[in-house]
């Protein structure tokens, strides 16, 4: 199993950025995906979290300015990231979990997907 971010960099606070995730055709068919983060000295926090169905959940720190979505005709997984802020700052991993078709997503925990990617850097400067 096989999950390659990019799309990580740095910006000025207000910017946007917008994260990828590839997958294997396997892994992304039968998957519910997410996006994780860790800032230094921080826990990992869930960003944001898609069925397969394409219903989404985001964490409270991030909504209406991320948007999780996924090309099922590449088996890629995005994040678009608008009005960045400092705080935003961290490695963000893309984490899959196989789940069953309309499973709900609502509550996404780190200990619950157990395949990660390497993880990309977002740096955002005041």
Not at 78 to 103: F, H, R, V, W
């Amino acid at each position: 199993v096989q999950l390659v971010e990019s799309g990580g960099g740095s910006v000025q606070s207000g910017g946007s950025l917008r994260l990828s995730c590839a997958a294997s055709a396997y892994t992304y068919s039968r998957s519910c995906m997410a996006w994780f983060r860790q800032a230094p000295g921080k826990e990992r926090e869930g960003v944001a979290a898609i069925g397969r169905d394409g219903r989404s959940r985001y964490g409270d720190s991030v909504k209406g300015r991320f948007t999780i979505s996924r090309d099922n005709a590449n088996n890629t997984l995005y994040l678009q990231m608008n009005s960045l802020k400092p705080e935003d700052t961290a490695i963000y991993y893309c984490a899959a979990k196989q789940c069953a078709y309309g499973y709900d997503v609502t509550y996404f925990a780190s200990w619950n997907y157990n395949y990660w990617g390497q993880g990309t850097q977002v740096t955002v400067s005041s």
